[in-house]
């Protein structure tokens, strides 16, 4: 009876100590991440990892959204006269929401289950217990580069997703509909602003970085050493991590946007 | 004895409700390769954790080199753990480094001596366990014998004091499993190291071993040199040499009555 009635609070308790925990090792991996520059062949391995295996999915990816938006954003400004439009539409929508977010989450379904999984592995395969029975600390050997690696390719991947977006508009729009080309790229120069939205776009996809990487990486330092403890992290990095990314999507957009 | 390199004293270590090692007392000499053996569960594996400084004693003391491991911080236990070696059960090679790389980590990681300095000493290590041949082999293609000797030759990199083996022998074919017991005899021998062989593997573990500790539910059962070991009467000693089901290790773990289970009421 007792047991049953304390366990929500058990539970509650437990919940604080990760939270403390994880927020302790996100702390850390920061100030580690920044001394693993003084190694940069470390980090410059990593980003060949994280972020040129990840390039195609971006690529594809963001082509395929701008052939979409392309499409609808044509169909809906054509009821009201407004194709010329199309081009900042598609780019808006872009460098404002998909291209962060998107690329977020793609970068969490191929990035991020690939650090966790291999973190996790390293961790079942004792890899990461030796690190530390030879005196070196895994969260700044094997973490800190992965995660520095991250927060520099997602802002990278985030701007090459927008401009193969607004590539897709382009080609939808103006080659295969015949919207005019000086409309199209006169409205978008007119209309969007560097500051405002390209640069708001890229603070999103800095945050969205930082709560993937950590996300991934934390996960797959706490994964449990067995098979089924790596599958379970792996699903939850996803998991987390695309919620995560949403709601701080949210988030920032009601900060930022608010007032335009 | 003063001129023991790591002496265990009275060490306690459980976890919430399960203690796994209970007033264990041990001396490590330098030069000696000293044998624990034990079932399966018998804290052979947590004691080198200990050792280690990975878990930290609930109870007793664990002096490395006059320094109290379990008082240790951060600092402190990886400047000591820089002069011990580990070799795990698989080897736990790194994945994504080639052999050469392997072993060469712990020297680039803990000196800066220049790279050709560096290849020759992991040259040297490589060919002391026979496999500077295999240098440019991805850990992938390399047995598991020959994953070991690789994992022995990354151990000795920094010439430490003490080597730890957990469970060295385990799932090696006969040629392998002599090759590893008589690297860890010549080596032990010749760099004049403590030596901590963690096996279940009486045969081979004693071949090697000058003295043998026996483990059975957390405490020393019997400890001995191997000679005095096999002529002993002791029942712990006994059923763990013979491999008896019969013997102060239950085949039934511990339970309720099975007819209570059953419930059959008589």
Redesign the interface.
């Given at each position: 009876m007792i047991s049953a009635l304390s366990a929500p609070f058990r539970w509650l308790l437990d919940r604080l100590a990760l939270v403390g925990y994880g927020t302790r090792f996100f702390l850390r991996l920061c100030g580690l991440g920044i001394a693993a520059f003084r190694r940069p062949r470390l980090v410059i391995d990593q980003i060949h990892f994280v972020g040129n295996y990840s390039l195609s999915i971006i690529l594809v990816s963001g082509l395929l959204i701008g052939f979409v938006l392309g499409l609808q954003g044509y169909y809906t400004l054509r009821r009201y006269g407004s194709e010329e439009a199309l081009g900042l539409l598609v780019t808006l929508s872009l460098v404002r929401e998909l291209g962060p977010v998107v690329t977020a989450l793609l970068f969490a379904g191929r990035a991020g289950t690939s650090l966790t999984a291999e973190v996790g592995l390293m961790k079942a395969g004792e890899q990461i217990d030796a690190m530390e029975m030879m005196a070196v600390d895994p969260v700044a050997r094997v973490l800190a580069p992965r995660f520095m690696a991250a927060l520099i390719c997602m802002p990278l991947l985030a701007g090459l997703f927008s401009a193969m977006g607004v590539l897709g508009g382009y080609i939808v729009g103006v080659e295969m509909i015949g919207v005019d080309a000086g409309a199209f790229w006169s409205q978008m120069q007119g209309g969007v602003d560097w500051i405002e939205d390209v640069g708001n776009g890229v603070v999103k996809s800095i945050v969205f970085g930082f709560t993937v990487a950590f996300v991934a990486l934390f996960v797959g330092y706490e994964a449990q050493p067995t098979p089924e403890g790596v599958a379970h992290a792996t699903t939850t990095t996803v998991v987390v991590a695309s919620l995560a990314v949403l709601g701080l999507d949210f988030i920032l957009t009601a900060l930022m946007f608010s007032s335009t | 004895m003063a001129d023991d390199l790591l002496v265990l004293d009275s060490v306690r270590f459980g976890y919430r409700d399960r203690l796994i090692l209970d007033g264990v007392s041990m001396r490590f000499p330098p030069g000696r390769v000293v044998a624990l053996i034990g079932g399966s569960g018998s804290g052979k594996t947590t004691l080198l954790r200990l050792i280690?400084g990975?878990l930290r004693p609930s109870a007793g003391s664990i002096v490395f080199e006059g320094r109290d491991v379990g008082a240790l911080d951060r600092d402190g236990?990886?400047?000591?753990?820089?002069r011990?070696g580990?070799l795990?059960?698989?080897g736990?090679?790194?994945?994504d480094l080639d052999v050469f790389d392997n072993v060469a980590?712990?020297l680039r990681?803990?000196t800066a001596l220049p790279e050709p300095l560096i290849r020759d000493l992991v040259l040297l290590k490589l060919n002391a366990v026979g496999l500077r041949g295999a240098a440019r082999f991805r850990t992938s293609q390399l047995s598991g014998g020959m994953a070991r000797r690789v994992a022995l030759a990354r151990a000795i990199a920094l010439d430490p004091p003490l080597i730890m083996y957990d469970e060295p022998f385990a799932g090696l074919d006969p040629i392998s499993l002599a090759t590893v017991a008589a690297l860890i005899r010549n080596l032990n021998d010749a760099l004049d190291v403590a030596s901590i062989v963690v096996s279940h593997d009486i045969k081979d573990a004693f071949k090697i071993a000058d003295y043998v500790y026996l483990l059975a539910s957390g405490r020393i059962a019997a400890h001995g040199t191997p000679d005095s070991m096999r002529d002993s009467t002791d029942p712990n000693v006994r059923q763990f040499l013979d491999g008896s089901i019969d013997g102060p290790v239950a085949f039934h773990y511990q339970a309720t009555p099975l007819a209570q289970d059953l419930g059959i009421h008589q």
């Amino acid at each position: 009876m007792i047991s049953a009635l304390s366990a929500p609070f058990r539970w509650l308790l437990d919940r604080l100590a990760l939270v403390g925990y994880g927020t302790r090792f996100f702390l850390r991996l920061c100030g580690l991440g920044i001394a693993a520059f003084r190694r940069p062949r470390l980090v410059i391995d990593q980003i060949h990892f994280v972020g040129n295996y990840s390039l195609s999915i971006i690529l594809v990816s963001g082509l395929l959204i701008g052939f979409v938006l392309g499409l609808q954003g044509y169909y809906t400004l054509r009821r009201y006269g407004s194709e010329e439009a199309l081009g900042l539409l598609v780019t808006l929508s872009l460098v404002r929401e998909l291209g962060p977010v998107v690329t977020a989450l793609l970068f969490a379904g191929r990035a991020g289950t690939s650090l966790t999984a291999e973190v996790g592995l390293m961790k079942a395969g004792e890899q990461i217990d030796a690190m530390e029975m030879m005196a070196v600390d895994p969260v700044a050997r094997v973490l800190a580069p992965r995660f520095m690696a991250a927060l520099i390719c997602m802002p990278l991947l985030a701007g090459l997703f927008s401009a193969m977006g607004v590539l897709g508009g382009y080609i939808v729009g103006v080659e295969m509909i015949g919207v005019d080309a000086g409309a199209f790229w006169s409205q978008m120069q007119g209309g969007v602003d560097w500051i405002e939205d390209v640069g708001n776009g890229v603070v999103k996809s800095i945050v969205f970085g930082f709560t993937v990487a950590f996300v991934a990486l934390f996960v797959g330092y706490e994964a449990q050493p067995t098979p089924e403890g790596v599958a379970h992290a792996t699903t939850t990095t996803v998991v987390v991590a695309s919620l995560a990314v949403l709601g701080l999507d949210f988030i920032l957009t009601a900060l930022m946007f608010s007032s335009t | 004895m003063a001129d023991d390199l790591l002496v265990l004293d009275s060490v306690r270590f459980g976890y919430r409700d399960r203690l796994i090692l209970d007033g264990v007392s041990m001396r490590f000499p330098p030069g000696r390769v000293v044998a624990l053996i034990g079932g399966s569960g018998s804290g052979k594996t947590t004691l080198l954790r200990l050792i280690g400084g990975m878990l930290r004693p609930s109870a007793g003391s664990i002096v490395f080199e006059g320094r109290d491991v379990g008082a240790l911080d951060r600092d402190g236990l990886y400047a000591m753990r820089r002069r011990m070696g580990m070799l795990y059960q698989f080897g736990a090679l790194f994945t994504d480094l080639d052999v050469f790389d392997n072993v060469a980590f712990p020297l680039r990681e803990h000196t800066a001596l220049p790279e050709p300095l560096i290849r020759d000493l992991v040259l040297l290590k490589l060919n002391a366990v026979g496999l500077r041949g295999a240098a440019r082999f991805r850990t992938s293609q390399l047995s598991g014998g020959m994953a070991r000797r690789v994992a022995l030759a990354r151990a000795i990199a920094l010439d430490p004091p003490l080597i730890m083996y957990d469970e060295p022998f385990a799932g090696l074919d006969p040629i392998s499993l002599a090759t590893v017991a008589a690297l860890i005899r010549n080596l032990n021998d010749a760099l004049d190291v403590a030596s901590i062989v963690v096996s279940h593997d009486i045969k081979d573990a004693f071949k090697i071993a000058d003295y043998v500790y026996l483990l059975a539910s957390g405490r020393i059962a019997a400890h001995g040199t191997p000679d005095s070991m096999r002529d002993s009467t002791d029942p712990n000693v006994r059923q763990f040499l013979d491999g008896s089901i019969d013997g102060p290790v239950a085949f039934h773990y511990q339970a309720t009555p099975l007819a209570q289970d059953l419930g059959i009421h008589q």
